[in-house]
């Protein structure tokens, strides 16, 4: 007697687990919001034909995150030879948590409605400057050609490292040693 009340405390306890996963489970098949279910093919009943199931995934918004340096200063010597800081200093930091990052664009507006050179031998004037990136001279915008000198990676969250070169005109002494503002770069960035 003792085997059947237990066998149908069991019957009971798994009746009513069931019962209770039915009324508290998520739906296996739940939408999430902004995704569109795919289309469905039937399989009819009793055949042996195959139905298919198309999985894509897409972000709404690329979320990506990436800290650019605010200030660099360069040295100056008295040919007015430009050095920056390496490329392992000068950098685009991207966040852990990011989409891999590129740089799509870059702006640079010389102080003094000055001039950019394709050439250090351009530099003749005081109004003139030269400025590099991975020996790609810039220009005031768009430099496709020096953001593809940047070891920029289509997979992890690398910082982009930046080799920068330049040249001005003349510096004097005193003016090098109090600090003169050459440019503002303007950086693009998009996810990978």
Do not use: R
Request: charged share 10%; with cysteine; aromatic share 4%.
């Amino acid at each position: 007697m003792s085997k059947m009340t237990n066998l149908k405390k069991g019957v009971v306890g798994v009746c009513a687990a069931t019962m209770l996963a039915g009324m508290c489970a998520v739906p296996a098949f739940a939408v999430v919001p902004d995704v569109t279910p795919g289309s469905n093919e039937t399989v009819a009943s009793g055949s042996a034909a195959a139905a298919k199931t198309e999985i894509s995934a897409k972000t709404d918004a690329a979320q990506i995150s990436a800290t650019v340096p605010t200030a660099v200063v360069a040295s100056v010597d008295a040919a007015g030879a430009l050095t920056f800081p390496d490329s392992t200093a000068f950098v685009i930091t991207v966040g852990n948590d990011s989409w891999p990052v590129k740089v799509s664009a870059l702006d640079v507006a010389v102080e003094n409605s000055g001039a950019l050179q394709t050439s250090e031998a351009g530099v003749d004037a005081a109004d003139k400057l030269y400025l590099a990136i991975g020996g790609k001279h810039l220009t005031a915008s768009g430099n496709g050609d020096a953001i593809a000198s940047l070891a920029q990676t289509t997979a992890g969250t690398a910082d982009i490292g930046i080799a920068m070169t330049g040249k001005m005109y003349n510096p004097t002494y005193s003016a090098a040693t109090t600090g003169l503002k050459l440019a503002t770069l303007t950086w693009t960035l998009a996810a990978v």
